[in-house]
Structures are given as structure tokens and as C-alpha cells.
């Protein structure tokens, strides 16, 4: 027994070593080298203090800041350590009524907007955390948001501009604009 119990607990020390402390450490360690904000947490910073992160929603809710896509999570919107989506298909009853409620709401926060409003504003994605929405969509916020701001339209609308993201390689994906960055240059215009 004693000469199968040695080599095996041996073997499980070095591999737990190697696996969970040794290879951690080293990932770790290339990625704070070779991608530093990304392995920090892709961090936002305001006045040098973090606010969020790049790559998770947060919840806006008042007129002078443009708002995400609904959040799924639960218990509560943007919750990171919950994330998921609703798991609602395109025929279900449910959906339909949740993104007719949602236009509605939206409508009656800015009922002199008569644009077609887009959907991201009223779907939430897949993790429930998305933290862009289309730049159709901050063109759709950006009357009620330069209102609320006594901004002038166009100054709201060239934040907009400033903050839209290219797809990646000019082919991978679709333009956007992370909310939390141009709600931060909002901040900033005080």
C-alpha cells in the first residue's frame, strides 16, 4: 500500500504546484506584461479612481447620462456575478411584452422623440452586462441628454461620434460605443 500511496500523493503535490501555483503565476505575470489595463480589469477611471470597467454595463438611469441596454441579471440590473440573459426566444409572449413596456417607458422619459428607437435599447444581450449599445441607439438618447445638460445638441452628438468604436480590423463585428466612456466625457464637460 505504502509503495502505491507514495508515488501517487508525490505526483499529486507536483501537479498541483506546477498547475495551480506555477502556471497561474506565469499567465499572470504575461499578461500584467504584455496587456496591462486588460489584465488590470480593463479599469475606467475618474479623477484616478476606478468606476468601472470597460467590459461590464452599468445601470444609468437619470436624463443627463445616456443609458445601456437592459440588464437580464439578477437580483439585480448588472449584476457581474450573475450574468446571463433571460433565455427568452423570439416567439415568446413574454419578450414581446417586456420590449413593448420598454419602448413605452422610453417614450415617456423623452416623449417629444419620435425616432424609431433602436432595438438594443429595449433587448437585453446575452450576458446581461453589455456595456455598448449602437451608435444609433446614443443618437437616439442624445436630444434628452443635451437637455438635460443644457448642452447644445451637436456638442452632445460629436461626444457621440468621438466615442464610436470601429469594428475590429475594420471587419469583425459592428461600430459601438461604450456607455460608461461617454457618460465619463460627459462628466467631464462640467
Known amino acids: 500500500m505504502k509503495n502505491i500511496l507514495r508515488p501517487a500523493l508525490v505526483v499529486f503535490l507536483v501537479l498541483t ?5 506555477a502556471y497561474p503565476l506565469l499567465v499572470t505575470g504575461v499578461a500584467q506584461l504584455l496587456f496591462p489595463a486588460q489584465a488590470a ?9 476606478p468606476v468601472g470597467s470597460a467590459l461590464i ?27 446571463g440573459g433571460s433565455n427568452l426566444g423570439p416567439l415568446n409572449p413574454a419578450l414581446g ?3 413593448q413596456a420598454r419602448v413605452a ?18 433587448t437585453a444581450s446575452a450576458s446581461g452586462l453589455d456595456p455598448h449599445i449602437s451608435p444609433a441607439a446614443a443618437r437616439y438618447q ?14 452632445v452628438q460629436a461626444l457621440v461620434e468621438q466615442h464610436t468604436e ?12 461604450n456607455v460608461l466612456g461617454l457618460n465619463l466625457a460627459l462628466e467631464a464637460l462640467r
Open 41 to 49: 480589469g480593463s479599469l475606467m477611471l475618474r479623477d484616478g479612481k
Open 57 to 83: 454595463g452599468q445601470n444609468f438611469a437619470d436624463s443627463g447620462h445616456f443609458w445601456g441596454r437592459p440588464s437580464a441579471t439578477t437580483p439585480m440590473a448588472y449584476n457581474a456575478s450573475n450574468s
Open 166 to 177: 470601429a469594428p475590429l480590423l475594420g471587419l469583425l463585428g459592428e461600430p459601438r460605443v
Open 17 to 21: 504546484l506546477l498547475t495551480g501555483v
Open 142 to 155: 442624445t436630444a434628452r441628454v443635451a437637455r438635460a445638460r443644457g448642452l447644445p445638441p451637436a456638442r
Open 105 to 122: 417607458a422610453l417614450r415617456a422619459l423623452d416623449p417629444g422623440n419620435s425616432a424609431p428607437v433602436p432595438v438594443d435599447l429595449v
Open 97 to 99: 411584452q417586456a420590449v
